[in-house]
């Protein structure tokens, strides 16, 4: 749709992209890396955190996951079928989706694999239609509850001692397929969708982990009870341990909306000599109302949030200027708070001690950097 009204909007982010930058890169500045730094690998692709002054990613730099490898899908003889409880199973073309309202979000994916200050992550302009009133045009049987998205690529689950050739699939609870912001995505970035990223449409699913934007889409499937695949109820299941007197209560929980959760990206040396730390947080959607920055354990000041997000799915920056660092090793940390007043967990935190599969990492990280003198 392009109505006056997302042309204003792509206006504001292009907007907050410029005044972000500019505070994310300044005249004559160095950058330092921190001691977990690694050289950018364009063959395994993930955030290279020190280079980050663009507001939305570039496909060169976006992580890639693939379960059962990379399908090629051949985009002219591709269509999407929409089938199970509804009254009128549809088939939907390429062409036929990108005649459909146009809808464009900018939204941060995140792998639930993610470590505390890893690389898989981005935030990227996407472009899709909306999901609802296809499935309201099907015609919805009052009995669905599940919505199960397919994909091209397939694998051998061994289950229980029997073998099964499977697709790879995840569902949502329809209430959370029906969020007004879930698209059937055709574009990152002002580019059709590359293969590797799930081509030619993938699921656009904002504030939810990386693994419920199913690529290479083929087939959605209505059902009235739960999908408990491999992606659903035996990997990507958090186990957590919650204290109770003296007992220890273990919930597993499918993995689903992304935790808040901040990183320290950059530190640059400005010719003043201070230090501009810079980076990104994000959340499930709730706004981030602060974010505070700990060198060498001490007490946690507030950085500076650079501008609000775009939309509340997109990860939102920040800056901290270090005034007259000291040559040597330190440590520093960053954490966020959002408007519901949940903060970033510590790694001694119990919600993270107590989390025994390594999914859903939100700690912050404590990163090491050396400053010469
Ligand atoms: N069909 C399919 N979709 C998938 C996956 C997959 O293996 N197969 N991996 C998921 C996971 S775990 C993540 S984190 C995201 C990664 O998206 P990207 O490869 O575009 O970065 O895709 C998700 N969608
Ligand atoms: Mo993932």
């Known amino acids: 749709m392009q109505d006056s009204s997302s042309r204003r ?14 505070a994310f890169q300044t005249q004559g500045e160095q950058v330092i890396h921190f001691e977990d730094w690694k050289p950018f690998n364009p063959e395994k692709p993930g955030m290279p955190w020190d280079e980050l002054t663009s507001w939305i990613t570039p496909v060169e730099q976006l992580f890639a996951v693939g379960h ?14 929409i089938e199970g409880l509804v009254s009128r199973p549809g088939s939907f073309t390429l062409d036929a989706l990108k005649k459909r309202p146009r809808q464009e979000y900018v939204a941060t994916l995140e792998c639930s694999g993610n470590g505390p200050a890893g690389g898989l992550i981005g935030n990227a302009r996407w472009v899709g239609t909306p999901l609802t009133p296809i499935l309201k045009e099907c015609g919805l049987n009052p009995k669905a509850v599940e919505v199960v998205f397919f994909a091209a690529d397939e694998g051998t689950e061994k289950i229980r001692g029997g073998e099964y050739k499977q697709h790879f699939a995840r569902s949502l609870p329809l209430a959370d ?3 007004q912001h879930v698209l059937l ?4 970035n002002g580019q059709p969708l590359t293969s590797k990223h799930g081509a030619p449409v993938r699921l656009i699913v904002p504030g939810w982990y990386g693994i419920a934007w199913v ?4 087939r959605i499937e209505l059902h009235d009870r739960k999908y408990l695949g491999r992606f659903m109820g035996r990997d990507y299941v958090t186990i957590r341990g919650e204290q109770r007197g003296n007992d220890v209560i273990w919930r597993e929980t499918s993995v689903g909306r992304m935790n808040l959760k901040s990183v320290v990206a950059r530190a640059v040396r400005l010719p003043s000599g201070d230090v501009r730390l810079s ?10 109302r602060s974010v505070e920055i700990r060198i060498d354990g001490g007490d946690w000041a507030p950085a500076r949030i650079e501008s609000k997000r775009a939309t509340p799915y997109a990860w939102t920056w920040w800056t901290f200027d270090w005034k007259g ?28 001690a107590l989390k025994k599969t390594y999914w859903e990492a939100n700690q912050y990280a404590v990163r090491k950097l050396k400053l010469d003198g």
């Open 9 to 22: 909007k792509f206006l504001a982010i292009a907007g907050a992209f410029a005044l972000q930058s500019k």
């Open 68 to 81: 059962y490898g990379y399908p090629q899908v051949d985009a002219a003889a591709w269509k999407l079928r």
């Open 177 to 179: 397929a029906l969020q």
């Open 185 to 188: 995505g055709y574009e990152m």
């Open 215 to 218: 690529k290479w889409l083929t």
């Open 279 to 288: 980076g990104a947080a994000w959340s499930d959607g709730v706004p981030i």
């Open 325 to 352: 660092p000291k040559t040597g090793e330190h440590s520093i940390a960053s954490r966020a708070t959002d408007a519901h007043g949940r903060v970033q967990p510590a790694p001694d935190d119990p919600f993270i």
